[in-house]
C-alpha cells in the first residue's frame, strides 16, 4: 500500500459520502489536519483508526489496506477483515510490550547513573554525617563517621552493571525494529 495511492482513495471515497475533512476527522476522534496529511500522501493513519476509518468510509478494512474498492461479496471480505484486525491487534499488543521494556530499561539505566554518580560522591566526601534535633543546641543530636572505601565501590559496580546492561538492551531493541 503506497502512501500516496491511499490518500487518493480516502479522497474518493470521502466526495462520494460528501463528507468534509472537518466531519471525518470529528467521526475518526483525530484533527483535520491529520486527514488532510493522509490524503496529501504525507503520511499513514494510525493503527487504531483503520478500522474505523473503512467503516465511516463505507469499505472493508481489506478494500482500504488494497486501496481498491470491490463491488463483490462482503462475505469473502469477512475473512480478509478478520485476518487484518488480528493482525492490528497482534501489532497493538507488540506495541505495549516494546514500550514496556523501554521504559523497563530506562529506569534501570537511570537507577545505574544514580548509583555510579552516589557512589563518587561517597568516594569524594569520605565521611557521613546526620544530625537531628530540637531548635536550640543542648538538645541537638549530631553523628558523624568515616566511610569504608568498599562500600562505594560496590554501590558503583552495580551501578555501572545496570546501566551497561540497560543501553545494551536498548540498543538491541533499535537495532532489532530495523
Known sequence: MEVKELGLFIVRLRKEKQI??????KRLNVTDKA??????????????TLEPLADVLGVSLAELMK?????????????ED??????????????????????LLLFSSIVGLGLVFCAIYLLIKESWS???????GP????????????????????GVI??????????RLQNSDK
Open 20 to 25: 468534509t475533512q472537518a466531519e471525518l476527522a
Open 130 to 136: 546526620f544530625s537531628f534535633g530540637g531548635n536550640d
Open 67 to 79: 486501496c481498491d474498492k470491490n463491488d463483490v461479496e462482503k462475505e469473502t471480505h469477512a475473512d
Open 139 to 158: 538538645t541537638s543530636v549530631f553523628v558523624a563517621g568515616r566511610i569504608n572505601p568498599v562500600v562505594p565501590a560496590v554501590i558503583a559496580v552495580v
Open 82 to 103: 478478520a485476518g487484518i484486525l488480528a493482525s492490528l491487534d497482534i501489532a497493538k499488543i507488540q506495541r505495549r510490550k516494546m514500550i514496556n521494556k523501554i521504559i
Open 35 to 48: 486527514v488532510s496529511r493522509w490524503e496529501r500522501g504525507l503520511g499513514f493513519p494510525d493503527i487504531n
Open 162 to 171: 545496570m546501566l551497561i546492561i540497560g543501553i545494551y538492551t536498548l540498543v
